[in-house]
């Protein structure tokens, strides 16, 4: 059974930074994007951040310079190091597995974390 457990979500002020971590189980994705995605209310779910098996990574143009994803393909983990944040980052986020960055082509997804960031 595939499992995706994301973890690090919390409340920060504005400026602050955070580290989210995603675990996956249950089968090796080493060929797959694995990628963040969030949601804030009333909102469609969108890339934040995603990396290939190679390491090749795409970010969202609101978090470049900001946020940092790696990945341990042995571990099958993701991780993303957000530093100053902004209110509008503010959602729940949401590690994937799929292919390419369209949110579509993803077919595994972790339950999510909340980040909320305080102005």
């Known amino acids: 059974q595939v499992q995706l457990v994301e973890s690090g979500g919390g409340l920060v002020r504005a400026g602050g930074s955070l580290r989210l971590s995603c675990a996956a189980s249950?089968?090796?994705?080493?060929?797959?994007?694995m990628a963040w995605f969030r949601q804030a209310p009333g909102k469609q779910r969108e890339l934040v951040a995603g990396?290939?098996?190679?390491?090749?990574?795409n970010y969202a143009d609101s978090v470049k310079g900001r946020f940092t994803i790696s990945r341990d393909n042995p571990k099958n983990t993701i991780n993303l190091k957000m530093n100053s944040l902004k209110p509008e980052d503010t959602a729940i986020y949401y590690c994937?597995?799929?292919?390419?960055?369209?949110?579509?082509?993803?077919?595994?997804w972790g339950r999510g974390t909340q980040v909320t960031v305080s102005s």
């Open positions: 994937a597995v799929g292919r390419g960055w369209d949110k579509d082509r993803y077919g595994y």
């Open positions: 249950g089968r090796t994705f080493s060929t797959y994007v």
């Open positions: 990396i290939t098996e190679a390491g090749n990574t």
